[in-house]
């Protein structure tokens, strides 16, 4: 984490007299005047009562962010000192509700977005999901205006978000910049991919716990997301390793076993017929974390890596949907290697998912560049959740 990435702690009722600065205003007086966005809010960790607003100025500058329920701005979050990499946690708001917020910078003009929280239950929802957009925003900008038209409550990346992570200028240029309008309203979680680098991921995102592998509950699903690849000085994902343990925990979960529909994430696919002869997926995903997604019920495992589009259900009409989906933008593998009884359906071409969980069914679907459905299945919910 770097000094000047800051996290908001204050929320204070907000101020009569503390109007921010009008859009075009000249800058105020101290205020350096290079200063700009260098990223624009973009929105994170969403739970039932709040969501984490960040974006990133090019100078040190002191924040704040107004928001509310509906049209009402009735709480403000202050930064404690100035930062370039701002993060504000907004909270105390109602469950599933369409909220409003406002970033005011001094000499800047204000960003405005909305969202919706998290419901608290089974809902009708909308997910998209993408991976390896990589260093090709010129092809991922287009999908992220197909995604966004269809007006989606939560954004998945399956890693691979930027050419490379630990240099700080393709994040604006890869990811946040033309993904930005679908950020500033849609809250996103990501798996980490190979390309997404350590010290810039951590910096850049704001996600729940070690932000690498962790667990949450959105509207009635259980989001999981894991990297086998994760360096904790420990064998991580083998059965002695700390990662290993900490899904072990989670699969055993209430958490995990009331949920209606249960979702993995992780960038490394334990199957793969497209990349390269000598990969086939991920041997120690397959070895150490699959026989754990089929003993617990996993629906679906979603993963990017390989640059096309596999589907397959294992065992054949009753076991765990695998799902790879590397179409966000990268340039696309026309390779078919191997036949895998894992994978039934194989394509190149870039392209993104649609994830409509409802209270009964959940539909994934995915979605080429023209907006042509070209693949589709279906899970029932368990029967057992509430
Ligand atoms: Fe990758």
């Known amino acids: 984490m770097r000094q000047d990435r800051i996290g908001f702690l204050a929320m204070l009722p907000l101020l009569a007299g503390l109007a921010g600065p009008a859009a075009g205003a000249p800058p105020a007086a101290g205020v350096p005047p290079s200063n700009r966005f260098v990223a624009t809010p973009y929105l994170q960790s969403v739970t039932t009562d709040g969501v984490t607003v960040c974006f990133e100025t090019a100078q040190p500058c002191e924040s704040r962010v107004r928001f509310g329920a509906g049209d009402a701005m009735e709480f403000e979050v202050a930064a404690p000192r100035p930062a370039t990499r701002h993060q504000a946690r907004l909270s105390g708001l109602p469950a599933g509700a369409i909220c409003a917020y406002r970033v005011e910078v001094p000499g800047l003009p204000p960003q405005a977005g909305s969202f919706r929280t998290a419901p608290d239950g089974p809902a009708a929802v909308r997910i998209v999901a993408w991976g390896d957009n990589q260093d090709s925003p010129g092809r991922f900008g287009p999908l992220v205006r197909r995604m966004l038209a269809l007006a989606p409550d939560l954004a998945v990346g399956l890693g691979d978000l930027v050419g490379w992570g630990d240099i700080p200028s393709h994040w604006p240029r890869d990811f946040l910049g033309p993904a930005a309008e679908l950020l500033r309203r849609v809250p996103f979680f990501s798996a980490h991919g190979n390309h997404d680098g350590e010290k810039g991921f951590a910096e850049v995102l704001s996600q729940p716990g070690n932000e690498r592998y962790f667990a949450v509950t959105y509207a009635g699903i259980r989001l999981i997301f894991l990297d ?6 420990d064998p991580g994902i083998r059965p002695w390793g700390r990662q290993h343990r900490w899904i ?16 993995v994430f992780l960038h490394h696919p334990p199957y793969s017929e497209g990349f390269w002869p000598w990969y086939g ?9 699959v026989p754990l997604f089929e003993a617990a019920g996993v629906d679906v495992v979603f993963s990017g890596h390989h640059h096309g589009y596999e589907r397959g259900q294992w065992p054949r009409d009753r076991g765990v949907h695998y799902v790879v989906s590397g179409g966000g ?22 392209h993104f998912l649609l994830i409509e969980g409802g209270p009964d069914r959940l539909r994934v679907t995915a979605i080429d560049e023209a907006g042509n459905a070209f693949d589709t299945f279906t899970r029932e919910a368990h029967p057992d959740a509430p």
């Open 329 to 350: 933008g990268a340039f696309q593998d026309p390779f078919h290697w191997r036949d895998l009884p894992q994978i039934e359906f194989s394509r190149a071409g870039r």
């Open 228 to 233: 086998p690849r994760f360096d904790e000085g």
């Open 248 to 263: 072990r925990n989670e699969l055993d979960s209430d958490a995990f076993r009331r949920a209606r529909f249960r979702l």
């Open 281 to 289: 997926g991920e041997k120690e995903v397959r070895e150490h974390l």
